[in-house]
C-alpha cells in the first residue's frame, strides 16, 4: 500500500513553500521506510524550490530536503543492511545507474549516467518524481540508507549528509593529514564545517575572510589563523604555503588573490560555486607553483558512511539553529542575509502533531 505522509512543498518558481500531502512509494524488495526526525536545510533547497538553476532542474511541487536523519519503521523482504528502529540517513541522492565506472568505484555522484537526487528527480524504475525530507517519511532503496553514529546529537547531524560530505570528500582525496596546511575560504555553512573536519584530521587550518570581526567564531571551531583577504599585507604573508584551500563561496568571486598562497603542487578546490569563474584566474602562479584549481561534489556512498563513521569518532557535528517546518519562508530570506550560524535544521515533530 502507498504510504501518506504529510509534506511542505512549492507549487511553482514563485510561490511560498506550504503543506502538501502526497503518498511515498509502497516498498519494494531493497526499500527502507524512514519515520522522519529532523531535516537539514541547504541552499541547493532554495535555489531548486525557486528555479534559480532553471526549471529542468526543479519538478514541481517541489518537495525539497537532502540532509535526512530518522529511524527505520519498514523494510523490504529483501533488506539486509538496515532493521527497524535503526538511526540512518539520506543525503543527496537515492540511486544511480550503478554500472558506469564512477558507480563502479563507489563515486556514485559522478555516475555517468546521471545520480538520482533525493528530490526534483526521476526515479529510475518507475519514472515517478523523487520528493525529499520536508516530509514525515521517505522511501529509499537500502543502498543509499546510511548508518548514523548513536552517540552523535540527533538533532544536529542532518547537515553533515551535504555540508559534511561535500567538504570531508576533497580534505580524504587531497590527501589531509597531520600537518598539512589548509585554508578555507568563507565562513557559512560548508566553510565552518571545512574547518572542523580539517582540524580534527590534524591539519593546521586557516580562514580566508572578507569581514572583520570572524576571528574568535573561526578560533572557536578549530581554526589556527583567520587572514583577512582584503588585506593586501596579509595576503603576501601567506603566499606559498596552503597544500589544500577549500573555496566554499558559492557566488561568483575573483580566485587570483587566492592561488599565489598556495604552495608548490597545492590545490584549491571549488566546492561552493555553480557557473562560470570567467576572468577570475591568471595561469602565471598556476604554471609558476604547478598548481591546481578543482572542483568537487558531495561524495559516493562509501565515502559518506566513512564520513559520519569519522564524526561519531571525533564527536564532529554541525552548528544548528532548530526550527519549525512552519516557518521554512522565513528561515530562506534568513538564508539569504547568511543569517543563521551555520545551518538551519527542522524538527519534524511540527509537522506530526
Not at 525557486?50 to 527505520?72: L, T
Request: aromatic share 6%; net charge negative; charged share 20%.
Amino acid at each position: 500500500m502507498p504510504i501518506p505522509v504529510k509534506a511542505y512543498a512549492a507549487q511553482s518558481p514563485t510561490s511560498p513553500l506550504a503543506p502538501y500531502d502526497f503518498s511515498r512509494r509502497d516498498l519494494r524488495e531493497d526499500d527502507v521506510e524512514i519515520d522522519i526526525l529532523y531535516c537539514g536545510v541547504c541552499h541547493s533547497d532554495l535555489h531548486t524550490a525557486r528555479a534559480d538553476w532553471g526549471e529542468a532542474f526543479s519538478i514541481y511541487p517541489v518537495v525539497p530536503g537532502h540532509e535526512i536523519i530518522g529511524r527505520v519503521r519498514n523494510v523490504g523482504k529483501n533488506v539486509t543492511k538496515h532493521k527497524v528502529g535503526d538511526l540512518v540517513g539520506v543525503g543527496c541522492m537515492v540511486d544511480s545507474c550503478r554500472e558506469c565506472s564512477p558507480c563502479q568505484h563507489g563515486l556514485e555522484q559522478y555516475c555517468e549516467n546521471g545520480m538520482t537526487g533525493t528530490y526534483s528527480s526521476r526515479d529510475r524504475r518507475d519514472g515517478s518524481v523523487t520528493q525529499g525530507g520536508y516530509s514525515t517519511a521517505v522511501v529509499v532503496c537500502e543502498d543509499f540508507v546510511l548508518r548514523v553514529p548513536e552517540n552523535l546529537d540527533t538533532k544536529a547531524v542532518a547537515p553533515l549528509l551535504c555540508a559534511g560530505i561535500t567538504t570531508y570528500s576533497p580534505l580524504r582525496h587531497w590527501g589531509v593529514k597531520a600537518g598539512s596546511k589548509v585554508a578555507v575560504v568563507g565562513l557559512g555553512g560548508l566553510g565552518h564545517m571545512a574547518i572542523k573536519l580539517a582540524k580534527a584530521m590534524g591539519a593546521e587550518v586557516s580562514l580566508f575572510t572578507r569581514s572583520p570581526g570572524k576571528e574568535a567564531d573561526a578560533h572557536r571551531l578549530g581554526a589556527d589563523r583567520v587572514i583577512l583577504s582584503t588585506d593586501e599585507a596579509q595576503m603576501q604573508a601567506a603566499g606559498n604555503q596552503f597544500d589544500l584551500i577549500i573555496d566554499t563561496v558559492p557566488y561568483d568571486h575573483d580566485l587570483k588573490p587566492y592561488v599565489p598562497t598556495l604552495a608548490l603542487d597545492g590545490t584549491l578546490v571549488l566546492v561552493g560555486l555553480v557557473g562560470d569563474i570567467g576572468n577570475t584566474v591568471s595561469t602565471v602562479p598556476l604554471i609558476m607553483g604547478r598548481r591546481s584549481i578543482a572542483g568537487s561534489v558531495i561524495g559516493g556512498i562509501p565515502e559518506t558512511q566513512e564520513m559520519l563513521d569519522f564524526c561519531g569518532k571525533h564527536n564532529i557535528v554541525p552548528d544548528v539553529e532548530m526550527i519549525d517546518m512552519q516557518t521554512i519562508n522565513e528561515a530562506y530570506e534568513r538564508m539569504l542575509k547568511s543569517d543563521v550560524k551555520y545551518r538551519f535544521v527542522i524538527d519534524l515533530a511540527s509537522l506530526k502533531g
